[in-house]
């Protein structure tokens, strides 16, 4: 796996704020956070219109390939591109999972 | 921070009920009750090794899974789109979506099996099983914030304990 640097992680952080609030400023952003983020951006139909499908290299199954630092990469720029429509979106779809990215930010 | 942490656990008060004995044939009482914000009465067990307290909820850990107590306030429906109350957000969101955010918050759910809807005690308890395990939403008429309980893994006595003898205080 390629480690997630101080910079990713903040730019994740930056993303996650915007779906959940302030308080994902102390969130630890580590793989099992990506992966829900996974899991949330891929669930809502609703939201995918915002947003293009994240291409196959970057996908295993309808798992998103998170221990690479492309693929992470790719990612935020694809949602950066997307716009604050998105965010937004997945503001809604994200309300039943903040306890799920807060205990996954906490290891669990 | 400190500030917030004290509203957390001002907010969430756990009352220990029941008493314990030291004979070692009596089984000792595990129950206790949570009290949400004040209003809502919720059975919790004992045997928690954790707890944790953030901003708008209360984290049990257990040996081997966690159980989520979420109050979820007008700010928060506000803040995702809906001018709604939340009694009003979730009966609709859960029963017949029909705005784009109630819509979009089902599908936030991912795949949903209805397991049940019923009321007891003033309280509207819809129980869902969801991808990611089990979500209990607790809506009163009487109160301006909604309870969510989620846990990858609770047993059908723990949900029959939820139902039966969760209370508006």
Redesign the interface.
């Known amino acids: 796996m390629d480690a997630i640097s101080l910079d990713e992680k903040q730019e994740f952080r930056e993303i996650l704020q915007v779906i959940f609030?302030p308080?994902v400023r102390n969130w630890d952003i580590n793989i099992r956070v990506l992966e829900l983020f996974g899991?949330?951006i891929q669930?809502?139909?609703?939201?995918s219109r915002y947003m293009d499908l994240v291409p196959r290299p970057f996908v295993v199954g309808s798992v998103i390939k998170w221990v690479s630092k492309q693929a992470r990469e790719y990612i935020v720029r694809h949602i950066k591109n997307s716009g604050k429509h998105y965010l937004?979106?997945l503001?809604?779809?994200?309300?039943?999972?903040?306890?799920?990215f807060?205990?996954a930010s906490?290891g669990? | 921070m400190v500030k917030w942490i004290c509203q957390s656990v001002l907010m969430a008060i756990i009352v220990l009920s029941g008493c314990a004995d030291d004979s070692p044939k009596v089984k000792q009482n595990l129950d206790a009750d949570l009290i949400l914000n004040s209003k809502f009465s919720i059975p919790i067990d004992r045997s928690h090794t954790a707890i944790r307290a953030i901003r708008d909820s209360v984290i049990l850990s257990y040996d081997d899974h966690y159980i989520s107590y979420r109050w979820i306030a007008a700010e928060e429906i506000k803040f995702i789109g809906s001018e709604k109350m939340p009694y009003d957000f979730f009966t609709s969101a859960l029963t017949s979506p029909k705005q784009e955010v109630e819509i979009v918050f089902l599908e936030g759910l991912g795949k949903v099996n209805k397991r049940a809807v019923l009321s007891r005690n003033n309280i509207d308890y819809y129980i869902l099983d969801v991808e990611r395990g089990t979500k209990i939403y607790m809506l009163s008429k009487a109160v301006d914030f909604v309870v969510e309980i989620s846990s990858k893994s609770l047993t059908e006595k723990e949900i029959e304990k939820i139902v039966e003898s969760s209370k508006l205080k």
């Open positions: 609030g308080q899991t949330l669930t809502s139909d609703s939201c937004v979106c503001r809604v779809a994200g309300l039943s999972m903040k306890n799920d807060y205990m906490q669990f």
